[in-house]
């Protein structure tokens, strides 16, 4: 049984930096995917990055070249460094994990972008 715990999240002015980290516990096996959602009020949960086990990358369009997606297989964890923050990336982040055909979730932390 897996557990997803997030942090990282937190309040910062438009242009700042913020890292999130995930870690996946009760994994017995490497997983496929993790990666990172987004849900802002009032729309819906999206994509923002994944990165498989073997290194590729994916990135919604909106934060290509302003986020960089890692992990570390070893320990089961996943990393969103975000750069060049703006209001528009405001919601609620949730971490992923695709393990086994199964996907898990962390609870969601709350990243806030001010003008």
């Not at 997030?6 to 002015?13: F, H, K």
């Not at 297989?73 to 996943?78: D, G, L, M, Q, S």
């Not at 703006?86 to 393990?99: L, M, N, Q, R």
């Amino acid at each position: 049984q897996a557990q997803v715990l997030e942090s990282g999240g937190g309040s910062v002015l438009a242009g700042g930096s913020l890292r999130l980290s995930c870690a996946a516990s009760g994994v017995t096996s490497t997983p496929y995917l993790m990666g990172w959602y987004r849900q802002a009020p009032g729309k819906q949960r999206e994509l923002v990055a994944h990165q498989s086990s073997s290194g590729g990358t994916y990135y919604t369009e909106s934060v290509k070249g302003r986020f960089t997606i890692s992990r570390d297989n070893a320990k089961n964890e996943v990393y969103l460094q975000m750069n060049s923050l703006k209001p528009e990336d405001t919601a609620v982040y949730y971490c992923y994990v695709d393990v086994a055909g199964r996907a898990y979730w962390g609870q969601g932390t709350q990243v806030t972008v001010s003008s």
